[in-house]
């Protein structure tokens, strides 16, 4: 699987709140809960979503004009010393687009976007696509649960 040097996607749904204080600054991530990376509990819950390395993938995959590009949008910051974070934002008018973009993306779509004239492209691109493609379903859930309960949503690569 090709990926970003352990560089791993995680995001939080935030309330109104919460998502006009962040994007008033300074500090990007003020009043939210902690990074859950801090936390002995990493599963996949309703107010979280970690997508691993597949955010990666999905960058490529959702061009820039599309909603939930906004949900993967970003990149860090490379160092003499490591990587700075991104931290990106999705407010909570945003996250219905994001939810509905997302939801419409076929499993059709998505193979052929590890495919080359129908043959996948390398030995891997069938195990990138079903591990994308577990990935893309848990922000399907967690973009529709955060949509529902009109949340935004604050989140990190890095």
């Known amino acids: 699987m090709v990926g970003a040097m ?3 996607y995680f995001a939080v749904s935030i ?3 919460d998502y006009e204080h962040i994007k008033a600054g300074p500090c990007p991530t003020c009043g939210t809960r902690p990074h859950p990376r801090d936390t ?3 599963e996949q ?3 979280t979503l970690d997508l691993d390395k597949s955010w990666r993938y999905l960058q490529h995959f959702l061009a820039e004009t599309r909603p939930a590009r906004q949900l993967v949008s970003g990149q860090v910051t490379n160092t003499n010393y490591g990587w700075i974070s991104y931290q990106g934002l999705v407010s909570p008018d945003e996250v219905p687009a994001v939810a509905a973009d997302l939801k419409s993306i076929t499993s059709l779509a998505l193979e052929q976007h590890f495919k080359r004239e129908g043959d996948w492209i390398n030995d891997r691109s069938e195990e990138d696509f079903r591990y994308v493609s577990a990935y893309l379903d848990y922000a399907i859930a967690f973009t529709e649960k955060v949509a529902n309960d009109a949340r935004g949503i ?3 690569i890095g």
Do not use: P, S
């Open 40 to 42: 002995d509990d990493c």
């Open 15 to 17: 309330d109104t709140e």
């Open 154 to 156: 604050v989140y990190y």
């Open 45 to 47: 819950q309703t107010d």
């Open 6 to 8: 352990g560089i791993r």
